[in-house]
């Protein structure tokens, strides 16, 4: 996919990115064609990013909160504090 991405000739121009996992682990591609792994499995993008992160990284060491109920908690908390996150939430669970 990140190769696809870098090569192809409208997708190399888009700049954006895209959080991609699966059972095991979870990476963030760039619109450079970076692929990143975070350290802790947690990442995120968006205006609300660096708050929705930090709060489910606080969540994910302090509470006994699975996965998709860390991830409601910390967009709910970013969309309290960043005016360009929406606050409407659509979660879905594999």
């Known amino acids: 996919m990140a190769k696809d991405w ?3 000739r409208m997708l190399r121009r888009l700049e954006a990115m895209l959080v991609v996992m699966d059972g095991n682990t979870t ?9 990143i ?11 609300g990013g660096a708050y929705a ?8 060491r302090h509470t006994p909160l ?3 109920q860390i991830a409601e908690h910390a ?6 504090i960043c005016i360009y996150t929406n606050a409407n ?5 594999l």
């Open 37 to 47: 792994e975070p350290d802790d499995g947690i990442i995120a993008i968006g205006s």
């Open 75 to 80: 967009m709910t908390i970013a969309a309290a």
């Open 53 to 60: 992160m930090a709060a489910a990284k606080a969540l994910a």
């Open 66 to 68: 699975d996965a998709r």
């Open 6 to 8: 870098r090569t192809d």
């Open 27 to 35: 990476y963030l591609l760039s619109g450079n064609g970076d692929l």
């Open 89 to 93: 939430l659509t979660i879905e669970a």
